[in-house]
């Protein structure tokens, strides 16, 4: 369906995912007095995203591949239900070219970009190919898939060591290896061939030069039909484990100005690149120096996007509607400012002393934080299961301050006010980090577990912890000692006395 000449009302959207983002969408959809329809697995039938819809329809059973990506008949209930467009979220069917195009050929509308973005950005080689004709920054490598060893050897003298092999249809850290001479360069080359042919079934594999200190920053962008594209500034997600981002902050610490306009630019050069519309992000590795270079585009709504709606006052949501309604975009450049600094903890079902490996189990205690400067994106309440099949994931806790140090100073107060027992989480690594000195300075970069984080500092809070408790204890007893042996005359004594009975009442 072309968008670009006229406006759509949008009535009915079905989102296309599960938890937290199925829910986000869903109260912005409500928000902007749209109908919504929730799809769900049988593992997911109490999930408060299938409360939340105004309609709601199973699937399949609880596997992914048997219900959240069935697309044809995600889009027959599309039909049965007079749905006119589907909101992909993010992860399952978001950045899937076949998908966006079987449900535009269908009449439905797809909230996000065109199948061809899609498919332009969704390789590696693809999207450096695109962004070529642009002035854009990217790290020294090779322009396209090498297979021949020697080609592929000497092209690495040329570059110089540490040099990166990567997979061209990977993504998740699949398939690279990192090459430190040469001497090693055949074995890793061809074992990085074999890794990509079993995992993505396709052998193609690209040469980088590999940076050693790399910072992970990302621009948000949007775009509508009508040829404008705006960036919504900088996400800093350095703070990673097996590839994947735990911590985000907007704006970065160490951006300056200047690095961020280059870096605006670059990135709506990115999206024009392959005609972009709708919510995008740019990726960008930076050095040690802030040199930074262009790594990938994200053609949906990113998992940590509220760490921009907080410090730009855009709900991205409602942008990406409007955009599907063919709209021209609201804002221009120069009506964004960033206010204040906005910091997000993703709260894994994960055991960070066992390596990050999921925990997942039934929620006995679920509290969470409130306050101000504090907002929670979940899909769970107390006493729900953690289903095995999909991301160990239960929440995005993020915070806002007038600046980084109160951001931070409320994140920490948030975690301590989180409530979670019954599975073990990514909580008390969340608060390590961000009371580390390499975290408070700014000058961490995706290295920050492999150097600093080992299991036993989280041990050590624990007992930290207990001891505290402990001294609590004491504490009580030495009251409720004293408050026993009063004496009438005594008055504060008397004053302790209401204490005691409002105690011994809360204890009720």
Known sequence: ????????????????????????????????????VAIFSEADRNALHVKYADEAVCVGPPPSSESYLQM?????????????????????????????????????????????????????????DAVSKYDIPMVPGTPKAITDVGAAKQRAEEIGYPILIKASAGGGGKGMRIVENAAEFEEQMNRAVSEAVSAFGDGAVFIEKYITSPKHIEIQVLGDTHGNIVHLFERECSIQRRHQKVIEEAPSAVVTPEIRRAMGEAAVNVARACNYYGAGTVEFIADENLNFYFLEMNTRLQVEHPVTEQITGVDLVKEQIKIAQGEVLSIKQDDLQIQGHSLEVRVYAEDPKNNFLPDIGKLTTYQRPQGAGVRVDDGFEQGMDVPIYYDPMIAKLVTFGKDRTQAIERMLRAIEEYQIVGIETTLGFCSYVLQHESFVSGKFDTNFVNKYFKPEVLDAHDLNEEAQQDEEKVAAALVNFLLEHKKDNNKPAQQATTTKSNWRKNRV
């Open 1 to 36: 369906m072309d968008n670009s000449n006229h406006t759509h009302k949008i009535n009915k959207i079905l989102v296309a995912n599960r938890g937290e983002i199925a829910l986000r969408v869903m109260r912005s959809a409500r928000e902007m007095g749209i109908k919504t």
């Open 72 to 128: 044809d008949k995600i889009i027959q209930v599309c039909h049965d239900l007079k749905v006119d467009a589907i909101h992909p979220g993010y992860g399952f069917l978001s950045e899937n070219a076949v998908f966006a195009k079987k449900v535009t050929d269908a009449g439905i509308i797809f909230i996000g970009p065109s199948p061809e973005a899609i498919e332009v950005m969704g390789s590696k080689l693809a999207a450096k």
